[in-house]
């Protein structure tokens, strides 16, 4: 599972956001549990993103499908890859108001924190 801090202003419609970027980015219709959303795309068999209780940052957890090079041609699963790679990358800063470069930035200064 991954967290990811939310940029001041993104806060508000944070879920809405969340939500309707699976749909934006994915083509996919979120599954709603617990306030939990997880689809199924590409090569991911799970993605799941929720909030944490504080309402601060976004979660993650996402699950490779393991047969995907099994069941497509090295080529075409290398494009499936990338293709979802950058999908997940624009949704994530779609929430989360960060580019890929401050979401690292952010990350490396929670482990020194820490």
Known sequence: MQEYSIKRGFKDGLEDRM???????????GTKKDGHYEIEFGSFS??????????????VDTHSRSDLYDSFSEDEADKIVLDTNRRFRDYLEYVTGYNTKERKKKATEAVKNK
């Open 46 to 59: 799970c993605l799941e993103a929720w909030i944490n209780e504080k309402g601060s940052l976004l979660c």
């Open 19 to 29: 939500k309707d970027g699976l749909e934006k980015y994915f083509d996919a219709v």
